[in-house]
C-alpha cells in the first residue's frame, strides 16, 4: 500500500523501503513521465536527474530511472550533486540534448532514513495540486508491474557549474577575508571546495565529505544546536562562517556576532538594488517589509521553495527569501535556491564594503523568535488552522487586541506592537509557530495567548 501523506507540497518525501520502495518508485517514474510528455508536448523528453549523499539515493535513482524509461523519457544521470546544481543542468544544453524537466533526489534536512523527490517541468515547480494528482494516479495503479531499464546517458554538469561560478564571481580572486563553512556532510561540497580553492579564498572547513549518515550532526542549519562547532570557529580573523543542509538548497551565514536569516539577508540585498521587488514568506519580519518598501517593493507571500520560486517568475522580482534560508536571486541568476551561488553572493557584499555588523545595528531593535513546532498528525495539521481561523472569530478573553490577520498561509495575526503565526507545516507533522513584537515582555504575552489559543483548538478538535 502506497501512503498518501508522502505526496506533500513541494515535493515527495518519505522512509525508505516503507514509503519509498521499488514499487512506489518506478510508479513514480512512470506517471511522472507520463505528465513530463503531456506538460511539454514532446515525445522523448531529456529528463536530467542527480541526487544527495544519502545511501539509498543510488537504487532509487536505477527505479526512478525504470520508470521513466518506461513512458519514453530519456534520462540524463549527473550523479551525486548540489541541488542547486541539479536546478542549473536544467537551464544547460548538452551537446544537441536540451533538458525538459529535473528531478533531484534528496531527503534535503530530513533524517538519514528519509529520502525523496523534488521536481521541475520547464523550468517551474512541479508541486501543491500537481503533485496530489500525481499521488492520486499512482495510488489508483499500484499493482502496475514495471519492469527493470537502468538505461540513462551521464553527463558532466559539475564542471559547467564551476566554470559558470569561476566566470561570475572572478571580482573575488584572492580575497583576503577568511571564513569557516561547514557542509554538513552534505553534497555542497561536491562543488563548492573545487570553487573557493579556483578563486584563492581563505577558508576552512569542517564535515566536508559527502556521508549519508551525517555522523557529526544533523544537516539542518536553522537549528542552533547544529552550528555549535561552526561557532567554535568563529574566532580571531575568521569573521565570517556559512553551514548548508543536507542537499546545499538552504544557507546559513554567521558573523562572530550574528546568525543572520534568510529575511534580514534580503535587507542586506535590497540595498544593493535599484527599485527592488523582493518577495518574502509569512515567517518574514516585519521589519523587512517596512524597509524595503521605502525604496522599493517588498511582497509576502507563502512559504515554501516551489511557492516562492513561482511567485518569483510571475511578478519578475529581482530576489526571494525564506526565514531558514532558502534564497533565490532573480537579477543575475535564474531564480532557484542555491546556497552555493548564495555564498559567493554574500562574499560579494562583503568584498564591496559592505559591513554586514553595522547594517544589522542600524536595524529597528524588535525580539522574535525561532520557529517554534507544535507535534501534530498530518491528518490533523490543516484541521488545526482551520479551527484556529474559526475560533478568532470570537477570541478568548484576554486576547490582545487584533489588528488584521493574514491569511496568505496559516494566520499571521497582527497585534499593535508586533505579530503571531501559527501555519501547518507542509513537510512534516507539525504547526509551526512564530512571534515578534518590540517589546519583549509583550512578546511574551503574544506567545502565551496564542499557544492558549492552540490548546482551545486542539481540545475542540478532540
Not at 168 to 175: N, S, T
Amino acid at each position: 500500500m502506497i501512503n498518501q501523506t508522502i505526496f506533500r507540497e513541494y515535493d515527495i518525501r518519505g522512509v525508505i523501503n516503507d514509503d519509498l520502495n521499488e514499487q512506489s518508485v518506478k510508479l513514480l517514474g512512470y506517471y511522472l513521465g507520463l505528465e513530463i510528455i503531456k506538460k511539454t508536448n514532446i515525445k522523448n523528453p531529456f529528463v536530467v536527474i542527480g541526487y544527495d549523499a544519502r545511501t539509498h539515493c543510488p537504487k532509487l535513482f536505477q527505479y526512478l530511472t525504470s520508470g521513466l524509461n518506461k513512458a519514453s523519457c530519456k534520462v540524463l544521470g549527473m550523479g551525486m550533486v548540489a541541488t542547486g546544481v541539479n536546478y542549473f543542468a536544467s537551464f544547460q544544453t548538452f551537446g544537441t540534448k536540451k533538458p525538459s524537466a529535473s528531478i533531484m533526489i534528496t531527503g534535503s534536512h530530513n533524517p538519514s532514513q528519509y529520502n525523496g523527490f523534488k521536481m521541475t517541468i520547464n523550468n517551474l515547480p512541479f508541486f501543491g495540486k500537481e503533485i496530489t494528482s500525481l499521488g492520486n494516479t499512482i495510488i489508483n495503479n499500484a499493482d502496475l508491474k514495471i519492469k527493470d531499464n537502468t538505461t540513462y546517458e551521464e553527463i558532466d554538469v559539475k564542471s559547467i557549474y564551476i566554470a559558470y561560478m569561476l566566470k561570475e564571481f572572478q571580482h573575488l580572486k584572492a580575497m583576503k577575508t577568511k571564513f569557516v563553512i561547514d557542509c554538513g556532510n552534505g553534497v555542497a561540497n561536491t562543488v563548492l571546495g573545487e570553487i573557493l580553492d579556483k578563486l584563492e579564498l581563505d577558508y576552512k572547513g569542517i564535515y566536508c565529505k559527502p556521508d549519508g549518515t551525517f555522523p557529526n550532526h544533523h544537516p539542518d542549519p536553522s537549528e542552533e544546536k547544529n552550528l555549535l562547532d561552526l561557532k567554535k570557529m568563529l574566532k580571531d580573523d575568521y569573521k565570517y562562517a556559512f553551514a548548508y543542509d543536507g542537499d546545499a538548497d538552504r544557507i546559513a551565514f554567521l558573523t562572530q556576532e550574528h546568525n543572520i536569516k534568510g529575511d534580514i539577508m534580503a535587507i542586506l540585498f535590497a540595498k544593493t538594488m535599484s527599485n527592488p521587488i523582493i518577495i518574502g514568506e509569512v515567517k518574514c519580519s516585519q521589519i523587512m517589509y517596512d524597509i524595503i518598501n521605502k525604496s522599493g517593493k517588498a511582497i509576502m507571500y507563502k512559504t515554501g521553495h516551489s511557492n516562492l520560486k513561482v511567485k518569483l517568475k510571475e511578478v519578475n522580482a529581482n530576489f526571494a527569501a525564506e526565514v531558514s534560508g532558502h534564497l533565490f536571486f532573480n537579477d543575475r541568476y535564474f531564480g532557484f535556491d542555491d546556497a552555493i551561488y548564495a555564498t559567493f553572493r554574500i562574499l560579494e557584499l562583503i568584498y564591496n564594503g559592505m559591513n554586514i555588523n553595522e547594517e544589522i545595528k542600524k536595524l529597528p531593535k524588535i525580539y522574535s523568535t525561532e520557529e517554534i513546532k507544535i507535534n501534530t498528525t498530518d491528518e490533523n495539521k490543516f484541521l488545526l488552522i482551520d479551527k484556529i481561523k474559526e475560533l478568532l472569530k470570537n477570541p478568548i478573553l484576554n486576547f490582545p487586541k487584533i489588528i488584521d490577520i493574514i491569511y496568505i498561509d496559516g494566520v499571521r495575526i497582527i497585534f499593535d506592537k508586533g505579530w503571531a503565526l501559527i501555519r501547518a507545516s507542509n513537510t512534516t507533522p507539525v504547526l509551526v509557530t512564530r512571534f515578534e513584537s518590540k517589546d519583549k515582555t509583550i512578546l511574551k504575552q503574544y506567545q502565551e495567548k496564542t499557544n492558549k489559543l492552540i490548546q482551545d483548538a486542539q481540545n475542540n478538535l478532540n
